[in-house]
């Protein structure tokens, strides 16, 4: 047997809907006939409202009015017992949920994923787990909506708390993958040593249990009421709003982040001088060419031998040029792309640490979702890289250009010099310059664009389950192209201005090459010019504009990692540091600590309602103490202030 040998079992056997296989069933028809609550339920990052309608699409009613389709969402919700906690949100049903449904407690996101499921009115009902988030009163109020919602309809529940299947028609109890037992709940108790009387005593539950549970249930606020003691005539200790410690969001230049960064950089400062010699070296090659360039164009005067003689020579210093812009390049890219990568590596594990170390209340931001996240701190050290690297190395190369270049054509004519000077360097800069500030603009609104898409991306992707469960895949695809189509709108608007630019300044060179043979031809016919110093003049010239433009075609990685070195700062600048220094630790002691929570206000910065207001709490030393109560009473963040 394959299964004896560790080898894959070949799937065999049927399922079967009716008397149809379900291979034979269209596949989005038959999941647009299930409704599914799953044990962790997904919500999208939107409304309530809009999460709940995401249950009609495929249905008949997705192409309905909103009015019905408000009418829908309401019933549904008052069914799944969500209705009394979404008319105490001050905007309702229009409350957003976060990234996830972070905004909710558990047992709220349960109730909105149970109401997504039966808005649908679908055939076949399955709740893995539907309860599991829910008080002791919610579940029992929520059971009985469900089994209301099961009437005429197929229903399947997987359940571990045998309290939410007692009222099944049939019970099927599994193990190790086979049917051990099936029957209603009253028969399989009266098995002998049955496996699911045996979980059911296990779980103190049976059909007795009923009446102490309710009387458990109304007491349930008492006990609550009896723990919270109250303080009286004792310091007041306020938690501060975490929403008074935004992140500060700075608009530093470009060169003041450039600076700061490499100023932080210090361990590879060595690196920094050998990509300045490198450079250095590699930038003058140009203008050393274009004075070979003029030398052998000038050579041409002579004729015999000393025509022969002169060829051979500056031919043979364009080999020796060669030589040196190979090892130029070579070690100014290769000292670039180190630099490069220490810095990103240093600034990557920053900026990772220091988004572990953000509040709590800086992940329930919106522009703070996971896919946003993860994606910021891939990119925007790589943004350093593809500057501080090779890119940098690149611009140290044109600017040094620029200088040999200007020297030379002052050296050699410096009538033209001028002309080259305060005609074709401003016009290619100038041009340069506003190409850059366009494209400084058309990348700051990418990144709010590309930000917004990826999140919703990584959110989808996340909620693979509930997306195919739901058959949402035509409309998570329709509004990803929405938000790329939006895109490429707003980006044509602002690229046909950047590329009217870009092409000013490549057809720039044309004319400022004229008006320079122009000139230069009138400097050649007074004889304030010899044939090659208006060579080297000339071709020394365009050089220079040509750097110049280079130089400033770099604005889009300027422009990238500006915003990328301003994110990084900002998140190193916001990281969460202690306003008290304390270190002191607790003396060990036997039986635990006494716990006291006094005169606590506290709110979350991205919700209107307050969480506690005055909350007295004290727990003593040793003592087994509970908070229970409905869900989103506040719980769970009474922990989170315990663990800060």
Request: hydrophobic share 40%; proline share 3%; charged share 20%.
């Amino acid at each position: 047997m394959p299964e004896e040998h560790g080898g894959a079992i070949k799937p065999s056997g049927a399922v079967l809907i009716g008397d149809r296989s379900l291979d034979e069933v269209d596949l989005k028809w038959w999941r647009s006939q299930i409704g599914l609550v799953q044990q962790e339920p997904f919500l999208f990052n939107g409304t309530i409202y809009t999460n709940v309608a995401n249950g009609l699409i495929g249905t008949q009613w997705e192409s309905s009015s909103e009015e019905q389709k408000r009418k829908l969402v309401t019933q549904a919700c008052k069914e799944a017992f969500a209705d009394e906690f979404i008319n105490k949100l001050p905007t309702g049903y229009e409350t957003p949920v976060g990234d996830g449904g972070t905004k909710l407690s558990g047992g709220q996101r349960q109730r909105i994923a149970i109401a997504r499921a039966i808005v649908r009115q679908p055939n076949i009902l399955i709740f893995d787990e539907a309860t599991s988030a829910i008080d002791v009163r919610g579940e029992k109020i929520v059971q009985a909506a469900l089994d209301r919602a099961a009437q005429s309809r197929t229903t399947i529940t997987i359940a571990h708390r045998l309290s939410t299947v007692q009222k099944a028609d049939r019970i099927v109890v599994l193990r190790q993958g086979r049917v051990v037992e099936s029957g209603t709940h009253e028969s399989l108790l009266a098995i002998p040593n049955g496996t699911y009387s045996s979980l059911v005593h296990a779980q103190n539950i049976s059909l007795g249990d009923e009446t102490k549970e309710t009387s458990m249930e109304r007491s349930s606020e008492d006990d609550m009421e009896t723990a919270i003691l109250p303080q009286k005539d004792k310091p007041e200790l306020t938690v501060e709003d975490v929403s008074s410690h935004p992140i500060e969001q700075h608009s530093r230049s470009f060169w003041k982040s450039f600076g700061r960064l490499l100023y932080e950089s210090k361990d590879s400062h060595y690196l920094m001088i050998l990509i300045f010699v490198f450079t250095a070296s590699a930038g003058a090659t140009g203008p050393v060419q274009a004075l070979l360039f003029a030398h052998v164009i000038d050579v041409s005067k002579y004729t015999g031998s000393k025509l022969r003689s002169e060829s051979e020579f500056w031919s043979g210093m364009f080999g020796v040029l060669a030589a040196g812009a190979g090892i130029s390049y070579f070690g100014s890219l290769s000292t670039s792309l180190r630099n490069g990568l220490i810095i990103r590596s240093k600034y990557q594990k920053e900026y990772f640490e220091s988004t572990l170390w953000q509040r709590m209340a800086f992940f329930d931001q919106e522009e703070h979702s996971q896919g946003a996240i993860v994606a910021r701190v891939a990119s925007d050290p790589q943004r350093l890289d593809e500057l501080l690297g090779a890119s940098m190395a690149s611009v140290y190369i044109a600017v040094f250009s620029i200088v040999g270049s200007v020297s030379i054509a002052f050296a050699f004519g410096w009538k033209l010099a001028v002309v080259a000077c305060c005609v074709v360097l401003p016009i290619s800069i100038v041009a340069s310059f506003f190409r850059f500030k366009y494209e400084l603009q058309f990348e700051r609104m990418n990144n709010e664009v590309f930000a917004e898409s990826s999140k919703f991306a990584s959110e989808s992707i996340a909620a693979f389950r509930t997306v195919s469960a739901f058959t949402l895949e035509e409309t998570i695809c329709t509004r990803f192209e929405t938000l790329c189509r939006n895109h490429v709108v707003a980006a044509f608007k602002k690229a046909r201005w950047a590329t009217f630019l870009v092409g000013l300044s490549d057809s720039a060179t044309i004319p400022c090459q004229a008006l320079l043979l122009y000139y230069g031809g009138r400097l050649l016919a007074n004889g304030e010019l010899t044939v090659l110093k208006f060579f080297v003049s000339f071709m020394v010239a365009l050089n220079a504009g040509e750097a110049a433009g280079q130089s400033l075609s770099y604005g889009p990685s300027a422009a990238q990692v500006t915003t990328a070195s301003n994110r990084i700062l900002d998140m190193r600048e916001s990281r969460f540091q202690d306003k008290i220094e304390a270190h002191e630790e607790i003396p060990e002691s036997d039986g635990g600590v006494k716990i006291e929570l006094r005169n606590i206000h506290f709110k979350y910065p991205t919700r209107d309602v307050p969480v506690f207001e005055g909350l007295n709490l004290t727990i003593e030393k040793g003592q087994f103490a509970a908070l229970v109560g409905a869900s989103g009473c506040g719980k769970t963040s009474i922990i989170s202030l315990l663990e800060r």
